[in-house]
């Protein structure tokens, strides 16, 4: 089955404490992205991905890396998690950027305390 | 920076109404994504537009660059329908990047 997989799905965390999310998809997709959802401001995009090894900043990138070692992986990591960062995650694929649909994972809800 | 203005926020709609959101933006832009967030938190793509006009089903899209405006269309509406519907932007046309700006959604309520 065509999928997007995300994990974990919810994840409570303390602050400063490292942890990755990861996104794998299974559709030999070129493009991957990262978004945030927040209340009152909707989906915002913090990292894409072009293809492997090419990686760019969306709106909000401040906090977060992402890396792109392989097409189907594309892990977000945050190196010391803030309270801000408390959030729900989307991770999205599509075949090349702008063509065919966008394929998005489950979510993962990130608190972090 | 690129503003994307959806209207309605809110939508309360009977079974069987047609059904327009709308989606206006403030800078040129290349693409335009509609999509739907299931009450559940699950998104789908619905279409992606550069031009033109859209048809899935009972779903219609079109666009119009000159306006920078968009809408998409619900005819016969169905409670299944409900969801929230979203608006996304593609800043430039560059090849080596592609940015998405997100509008707040509509929610839209479908009653029988």
């Known amino acids: 089955e065509a999928q997007v997989t995300q994990n974990p799905r919810y994840l409570i965390t303390v602050t400063g404490k490292k942890l990755t999310v990861t996104c794998s998809q299974n559709?030999?997709?070129?493009?991957m992205s990262w978004y945030r959802q927040d209340p009152g401001l909707g989906l915002r995009q913090i990292y894409y991905?072009?293809?492997?090894?090419?990686?760019d900043k969306g709106d909000v990138p401040e906090g977060y890396k992402v890396s792109r070692k392989e097409k189907r992986n594309f892990p977000l990591i945050l190196e010391s998690p803030s309270p801000n960062q408390t959030s729900l995650y989307f991770c999205a694929s599509s075949l090349l950027a702008g063509v065919g649909e966008q394929f998005f994972g489950p979510g993962t809800r990130l608190t972090v305390l | 920076k690129n503003e994307v203005e959806q209207s309605p926020q809110n939508l309360t709609a009977q079974e069987g109404e047609f059904i327009t959101i709308n989606c206006s933006y403030s800078v040129g832009i290349s693409a335009l994504h509609w999509l739907q967030q299931h009450p559940g938190g699950g998104i789908v793509s619905l279409f992606m537009l550069s031009s033109g006009k859209k048809k899935h089903g009972r779903l219609i899209a079109t666009i119009n660059i000159q306006e920078k405006h968009s809408s998409l269309h619900i005819t016969a509406s169905h409670p299944r329908d409900s969801a929230v519907y979203i608006c996304a932007v593609r800043l430039g046309s560059g090849a080596g990047s592609y940015q998405l700006t997100f509008g707040k959604g509509t929610k839209l309520s479908v009653i029988p």
């Open positions: 559709m030999n997709h070129e493009y």
């Open positions: 991905s072009m293809n492997v090894e090419v990686t």
